[in-house]
């Protein structure tokens, strides 16, 4: 093959999501008829700084999916690899007929600007309204503003999850910091 390494083999393309994963795994919020619901989300991405916008993909196939349609609100939590059982146990379980925060142990807080509760347990919380959705029927891509953001000072080097696809995770490790212009 012309152009392309001997050592080099192709790759399945169902596999592409693993080389590309956008950032930690999250937990979404959003506010239910009944109750809270919980949802694991990896595939999300930053769309812009000020103000902060992001791009999240959710399954219209998630009960999560008509809660944000509804309320036009969600939050976005930010788990550390202390709570992976969690994590991987919302992302397996369906809301629409259980309690997720009982079920996995997890305490919902009060949001100051949406309706959707915060998770104490997790170090960053976002809470967000949706301010797009042209590429939802298409996509099921939702944009949404993040309007008021929490963090737990306490937490020095938070090390995330990130999936790779197919129940593999890799764990945010070392930092480094590099020259930047950016502010």
């Known amino acids: ?7 080099k083999k192709s790759y399945p393309l169902s596999k592409v999501y693993g080389l590309l994963e ?8 959003t506010a239910g008829v009944e109750r809270p619901n919980i949802m694991t989300l990896s595939w999300h991405t930053m769309l812009e700084f000020v ?20 309320t036009g609100e969600c939050v976005i939590n930010i788990p550390t690899v202390e709570l992976a059982a969690q994590v991987v146990g919302c992302g397996n379980t369906s809301g629409a007929k259980r309690d997720k925060f009982a079920q996995f142990g997890l305490t919902p807080v009060p949001a100051t600007r949406v309706a959707a509760p915060l998770i ?7 809470e967000c309204r949706v301010t797009d959705t042209r590429l939802v029927a298409s996509y099921c ?24 696809g197919h129940g593999h995770f890799m764990v945010a490790g070392k930092r480094i910091q590099l020259r930047s212009k950016m502010k």
């Open 1 to 7: 093959m012309k152009g392309i390494s001997v050592a």
């Open 22 to 29: 956008p950032g930690p795994v999250v937990l979404v919020t």
């Open 51 to 70: 103000p902060p916008l992001v791009g999240c993909v959710i399954s219209n196939r998630n009960y999560s999916f008509a809660r944000v349609q509804a």
């Open 120 to 126: 104490a347990e997790c170090f960053a919380n976002l």
């Open 141 to 164: 891509f939702f944009v949404v503003e993040v309007v008021q953001a929490w963090i737990n000072p306490a937490v020095k080097n938070p090390r995330t999850m990130h999936h790779l």
